[in-house]
């Protein structure tokens, strides 16, 4: 399993979205980038009225062997103290999921313990974090497909249970290192462009964080996407960019968060690069590479916050713009409609 086949997203709708779009009662373009999403809802679902009502957030959580090296300004305890609060419904996320009307579930794609079962907690455990990238792979090339299978599964079912949009968000101390590593050799882009404070780091920890990542990088030469997931990636990292393919299997848009989910779906769209169409980036993170790796792709995020947070909080912001997007095209009445008085 290293292909992911995936057919083009079928663009037949565009002329009669577009038309649809600019016979509204308003000058055409007038709502901006608004309309582009819009369109994209439209091509993503192969319907002239897209629905965008039921959202749900997944917070991939995993831990890091490259945390013993330092890369991280907070302990490695964190993560599963924050996978706690998630599920005590008291973290930033919950706060903006309940503003967003959006449900959550957390994934244990590879903490660092055993967890007790919850209603909002999924078993995805790959192992009890990975290996320390520093000095060997970070997984084995089985835990990374198992990993990628899983999220795809995961979308999937999220789907089949009738959620219109997939939220990505992840919770893992040490994983802005590991997202540094895979934009490295994704994007591609200079190592020092891809290295940033994450949690918080001042200038000396930030130049170990970087010294620390070069000698990762010196070890291996991986530039394949399954490769670069394997020797330097995350469990929840490699899970979310299966969670991308897996939404785009199942004609869903998914709501990239900040740098670690962008570093996920760059992956995936190395992997698999006609999934891109169904990625709609939230934000531009305050994380130094983010900006970088959004411009390797391409992609124009919805908002600049100065976020850098994850856990899906940029996601969960912009659920309610696409709430808005999708009834540009099934509540606003047509601009002949409107002079003729046919309201
Ligand atoms: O989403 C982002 O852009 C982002 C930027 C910086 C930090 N984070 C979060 O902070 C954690 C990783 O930071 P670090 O310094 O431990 O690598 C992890 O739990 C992420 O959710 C997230
Ligand atoms: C407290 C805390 C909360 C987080 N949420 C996502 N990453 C995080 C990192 C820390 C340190």
């Known amino acids: ?21 600019d016979g509204l009662a308003k000058p055409p373009g007038a709502l901006g980038r608004m309309e582009a999403l819009a369109m994209q809802l439209g091509l993503i679902q192969q319907r002239l009225d897209p629905q965008l009502e039921r959202a749900i957030l997944f917070v991939f959580a995993g831990d890091h062997g490259l945390t013993q090296e330092g890369v991280s300004s907070y302990p490695a305890s964190v993560t599963i103290a924050m996978v706690q609060t998630f599920l005590a419904q008291r973290a930033s996320a919950n706060a903006f999921a309940r503003a967003a009307d959006t449900e959550i579930r957390v994934v244990d794609a590879g903490v660092a313990a055993e967890l007790t079962p919850h209603p909002a907690l999924l078993d995805a455990k790959i192992a009890l974090g990975t290996r320390n990238a520093a000095h060997e792979p970070a997984m084995t090339t089985e835990q990374c497909e198992a990993a990628i299978t899983r999220g795809a599964a995961i979308a999937q079912a999220a789907a089949a249970e009738g959620f219109d949009v997939i939220a990505l968000g992840e919770m893992g101390i040490g994983n802005t290192a590991s997202a540094a590593l895979v934009m490295h050799r994704l994007a591609p882009a200079p190592l020092s462009d891809c290295v940033g404070m994450g949690t918080g780091h001042d200038a000396a920890g ?24 394997t020797e330097f990636g995350g469990f929840e990292i490699a899970m979310m960019a299966g969670a991308v393919i897996g939404a785009a299997r199942s004609k869903t848009a998914v709501l990239v968060d900040g740098f670690i989910a962008s570093a996920a ?33 391409g992609a124009l995020p919805l908002l600049d916050l100065g976020l850098r947070l994850g856990e899906g909080t940029g996601g969960l912001l912009c659920v309610p713009i696409l709430r808005a997007a999708a009834r540009i095209l099934t509540d606003i009445a047509s601009l002949d409609d409107v002079m003729r008085g046919n309201l």
């Open 265 to 297: 779906a760059l992956a995936a769209i190395r992997l698999a690069p006609t999934v891109l169409p169904y990625c709609i980036f939230a934000h531009c993170s305050a994380e130094a590479g983010h900006r970088r790796m959004l411009d390797s792709l």
């Open 206 to 229: 930030l130049a170990r964080k970087l010294a620390t990542l070069q000698r990762a990088a010196a070890r291996n030469a991986a530039s394949e996407p399954l490769a670069v997931l």
């Open 1 to 21: 399993m290293t292909a992911f086949p995936l057919p083009p997203i079928d663009r037949a709708l565009e002329s009669a979205l577009q038309a649809k779009l």
